[in-house]
């Protein structure tokens, strides 16, 4: 059985679990909790950046980075599920580093006020990480991904459920106040994919 190494609020993790169930590969997977704040929890010698997801294969080789598992778990799950061939490959991981882009910008921002002293944070800091996730809204809001159909679904699609459900779990879904597009193609990814 595989190993997933994550906390239930990481946005990344969540990424593996719902594309485990998309690849119904979830029952090979045993989910393990991390601490990222106990230096003596093991995902330090799994992932040497002590960052997660960490996915520990049935070989027992530690795998790490979102993208790089989700491409692991397509492949053992045949190929192409997630993961298209040739050149549609570059659109999909194209939308996944735009989604992981602004998932990264707002755990930035959960960090920057969760682990720093008030007098020690940064509104300048902050700006700068609200105006990625701002832009990318933007982008996204401007021609959402195609997404008719379960066949449809790729990382990318996976990457930026996530990212927007991270929003409304951290910033309160203050996004959905001016992206009526990206919350009705939301709608739509949840419809689609029960494991989400």
Known sequence: MMILRTSPSSPFGRQIQVAAGILQLSDRIHVEDVDLNDPQDTVRQQNPLGKIPVLINEDGMAIYDSRVILEYLDFIAGGAKLVPKGEARFPALTLHALAGGITDAAVMNVYETRFRPAEQQSAERMAYQADKIARGL?????????????????????????????????????????HPGLVAWLGSFQALVPAF
């Open 138 to 178: 933007k982008t996204l809001e401007a021609a959402p991904p195609i997404l008719n159909t379960a066949d449809d679904i790729q990382l990318g699609h996976v990457a930026l459920a996530c990212a927007l459900s991270y929003l409304d779990l951290r910033f309160e879904g203050k996004w959905r106040q001016t």
